[in-house]
Every structure is written in structure tokens, then in C-alpha cells.
């Protein structure tokens, strides 16, 4: 299936893309149903938006509901907002990337980022991303995160550092420090081994929150006293 040079909603019930896919210079929105590909499949996407705003899942889709087999994006944005269902792909090649995700779990597969390439990830209080692995150089854009919302395998996170910059907005003028702007805490998610990434609270942020609790003690003990 090939869509090119055109706005194409998607309103059935039934699959969306059973083969593999090119979405070229185009925008799709799958208001209804659902994403899935057969083994070696792939979903490319080239100056294309790609948005998934439906809450469709199928019980014969073993927690895959939006599957996308390999990803393919190329200065391309990938906008999920459903409510259910789990969107995963195997791998995702990158070469400019925006990944908007407000759904409750998912997976990004193995990142392969063209040298030079970016990948945004805005991710709401409840999305849950995995990374299973990632090569090549590029730079990760964090510019909506807070905690157990990004995780990493230990392989994913290993490769980070000597492979990716990153980036708390898409300008790229604000780095992220291990340690400053955000920890590797460890853990296992959904049976995988590996690493939350969590923002740390800027200072005055902290302070705010000490305030509030100081307060709300001495209001207690004035009733209490």
C-alpha cells in the first residue's frame, strides 16, 4: 500500500495496512480500527504524519493492537493518542523524527539513528515507551518527560552515552545531564530488564514542593494544637 501526496483518514473497523506500507509526503489518520503487520512487514514514512487516534483493540492481536513491524521514519512525526491497545514496533530507523505519545504502554523497537538524525519524544504522565536497543549517532529530544515514562534495556542505555546527545527541547539549546537533569533508576518493566529514565526536579521546583508541605504541617499543627 502506497499513500502519497495526500490526506487520508482511516474510519473502518477492521485492519489498516496489512502489508507494508508507504506513506509519502502525506498525512493519515486512523480514526478507527487498527495497525498491524505480518512478520517483515514495514511501515515507512517520508515527510508524512502519521496519526493514531483510535481506542480499537482486538483481542486476536496478543497485546499488539497497533503493530508496526519496522518503522521507518524520515523527517516524519508518528502521533499516538489512544486510550488503549499498545502500539509496538520491532525496530525503527530514524532519519528526523517526532514521536508524540499519550497512550499507556508501547514500544519503539531498536533505534537506528542515520548519522545526524533526531528523535523527539513527547510522552504524557501515563505513556510508557521501551527502547530495546539503539546504534548509529544522532540526538534524542526529551522535551516532555517525567517518571517511568521513557525505559531502557541495559543495552540501550549503554549505547546513549557514546552515541547520543541529548536535548530537552526542540531548538536544542538546553542539554540534559545524567545527574542533573535526569537519572537511570533500574528496574524491570513488563518483564524486561533495564532502566527507567526520570527527570529530576529543577531546584526551585523542589523548593515549591518543600514550601507547600511546610505549610500544610503548620496549618496541622495550629488545628492541633
Known sequence: MTLKNITFNYNGIGQFGSNNVVIEDAVVNVNNGYLATVGGDTYS???STLNIASTYTDGTLTNNSFKLGTLTMENSSLKIAQASGVVAADS???TGANVVVASSLGSLGAL??????SLELQL???AKILITGIS?????????????NLFLTASAK???AGNLDIFGDAAKTKS???????????ATHNGVNGYWVNAIPEPSTCAALFG??????????????
Open 176 to 186: 540534559l545531564v545524567e545527574g542533573v537533569d535526569f537519572e537511570f533508576v533500574e
Open 92 to 94: 525503527t530507523a530514524l
Open 45 to 47: 514514512l517520508k515527510n
Open 158 to 160: 549503554e549505547s546513549i
Open 212 to 225: 507547600a508541605l511546610a505549610l500544610a504541617f503548620a496549618a496541622y499543627r495550629r488545628r492541633n494544637a
Open 112 to 117: 537506528t539513528f542515520a548519522d545526524g538524525a
Open 124 to 126: 504524557s504522565d501515563t
Open 136 to 148: 548509529g549517532s544522532g540526538d534524542l529530544i526529551l522535551s516532555d518527560f517525567g517518571t517511568e
